[in-house]
C-alpha cells in the first residue's frame, strides 16, 4: 500500500523540480535581455553623444519621435520668474541630498511661444536637518549653456510630483507635466545638463542608464547558479530517497 505513495511523492518531486528550474532560467534569460537592452542604449547615447550639439528647435522636434537623452544642447537662455526646484532623494558619492532645478527660457528665432526649459544646476547635499531646505543662488542673467539633455525614467512605485509649496519647492519625483502644471508654465519634455555653470561649482551626477548591462549579465549569472544549484540538490534528494526505497524492499 505504501508504493503508490512513495512513486506520487517521487512525481511531485520531480514537477516541482522542474517548475522552479523553469522559473531560475527564465529569470536569467530575462536578465541578459535587459543586458542587451542596455547595451543598445549605451552604443545609441554614444552616437548622440559623438554628433554636433543641437539647437533648441532641433531638440523640440526629436522630441515627437525618440528619446532625447544623450543629445548635446548649446542655448542662450534667460531666467524667468519660478523657483529653484530641489528633486529629494538623491545620492552622490555616497551623501544623500538633492537635485536642483532652475526654469530657463531660451533664446530663439522662432515666433512660436516654445516651452521653457528646466536646466539642472547640480547635486547639494541635504544636510542633518530635512526641515531646513538648502538655498541656492539663481542664475540671474542670460548666460551661454552647453551640455547633454536627459529625460528620467518613472518610477513605477510612485511616480507623481509630490509637490511642497514653498521657495525653493521641493519634489519626489520629477514629473515634467505635473511640474508644468503646478507652476503654470509649459516645460519641455528633457532637462539640460550644462557642462559648467557660471559661478557655480555643484557636481553634476550623468547616470542616464539606471543600470547597466554589467550588472545585468551579474544577475543573470546569479539566477542560472541558483538554477543549477537547485537541480543538483533535487537530484540527490531523488536519489536518495530512490536509494531508501530499494534499501526499504531489500528488508
Not at 521657495?167 to 520629477?174: A, E, F, K
Request: proline share 7%.
Amino acid at each position: 500500500m505504501k508504493a503508490p505513495t512513495v512513486r506520487g511523492g517521487t512525481i511531485f518531486l520531480v514537477l516541482v523540480t522542474l517548475l522552479v528550474f523553469t522559473i531560475l532560467v527564465k529569470l536569467g534569460l530575462w536578465q541578459l535581455d535587459r543586458a542587451a537592452e542596455k547595451q543598445a542604449l549605451q552604443q545609441a547615447l554614444t552616437v548622440k553623444q559623438a554628433a554636433a550639439p543641437l539647437d533648441y528647435q532641433g531638440l523640440l522636434a526629436l522630441a515627437e519621435s525618440e528619446s532625447l537623452t544623450g543629445y548635446r544642447l548649446e542655448v542662450q537662455a534667460t531666467p524667468v520668474d519660478a523657483p529653484i526646484i530641489l528633486l529629494d532623494n538623491q545620492v552622490y558619492e555616497g551623501h544623500v541630498g538633492y537635485l536642483a532645478y532652475q526654469v530657463m527660457r531660451v533664446e530663439t528665432e522662432s515666433e512660436a511661444d516654445d516651452p521653457l526649459l528646466l536646466v539642472e544646476l547640480g547635486f547639494i547635499d541635504s544636510g542633518l536637518d530635512r526641515q531646513k531646505l538648502p538655498q541656492l543662488t539663481k542664475l540671474s542673467r542670460e548666460v551661454t549653456l552647453s551640455g547633454r539633455v536627459y529625460q528620467r525614467a518613472s518610477n513605477p512605485l510612485s511616480q507623481h510630483l509630490l509637490a511642497e509649496t514653498g521657495s525653493p519647492m521641493r519634489i519626489q519625483n520629477l514629473n515634467l507635466p505635473e511640474l508644468s502644471q503646478t507652476l503654470g508654465l509649459p516645460l519641455a519634455p528633457a532637462i539640460l545638463q550644462p557642462e559648467a555653470i557660471p559661478g557655480s561649482a555643484l557636481p553634476h551626477p550623468w547616470q542616464p542608464i539606471p543600470m547597466s548591462a554589467l550588472k545585468h549579465q551579474g544577475y543573470a549569472l546569479q539566477w542560472f547558479s541558483m538554477a543549477t544549484a537547485f537541480l543538483i540538490l533535487m537530484a540527490y534528494l531523488l536519489i536518495f530517497k530512490r536509494k531508501n526505497k530499494e534499501s526499504s524492499k531489500d528488508k
